[in-house]
Nanobody, 120 residues
Framework: QVQLLESGGGLVQAGGSLRLSCAAS????????MAWYRQAPGKQRILVAT???????NYQDSVKGRFTISRDNAKNTVYLQMNSLKPEDTAVYYC??????????????WGQGTQVTVSS
């Protein structure tokens, strides 16, 4: 069993910053690609950023230059530093992790979500 625990969401004014954290725990052999998604009210969940175990990153166009994804492999933790926040960044942010639970067996896991609200 693998659990993802997110933290760091909250209410911030436009132009402000927040840092999200997501720690994976449980029966993890290794964590592989980790990612952040977000889902705004009435909209589909979309990919925000990904990071491979080796540190390669990819971002949704709307957050490039403002958000930075990083990770600590020793702690199986992924971070999302969000700067210059805009009201349209308001959403529930979900952590995702591909994890090997034993050699040859990899599964995808989701966090419970953390609310980010940006006021104008």
């Amino acid at each position: 069993q693998v659990q993802l625990l997110e933290s760091g969401g909250g209410l911030v004014q436009a132009g402000g910053s927040l840092r999200l954290s997501c720690a994976a725990s449980g029966s993890i052999f290794t964590s592989e690609t980790m990612a952040w998604y977000r889902q705004a009210p009435g909209k589909q969940r979309i990919l925000v950023a990904t990071i491979t175990r080796g540190g390669a990153t990819n971002y949704q166009d709307s957050v490039k230059g403002r958000f930075t994804i990083s990770r600590d492999n020793a702690k199986n933790t992924v971070y999302l530093q969000m700067n210059s926040l805009k009201p349209e960044d308001t959403a529930v942010y979900y952590c995702y992790c591909d994890a090997f639970v034993r050699i040859g067996q990899m599964y995808g896991y989701w966090g419970q979500g953390t609310q980010v609200t940006v006021s104008s």
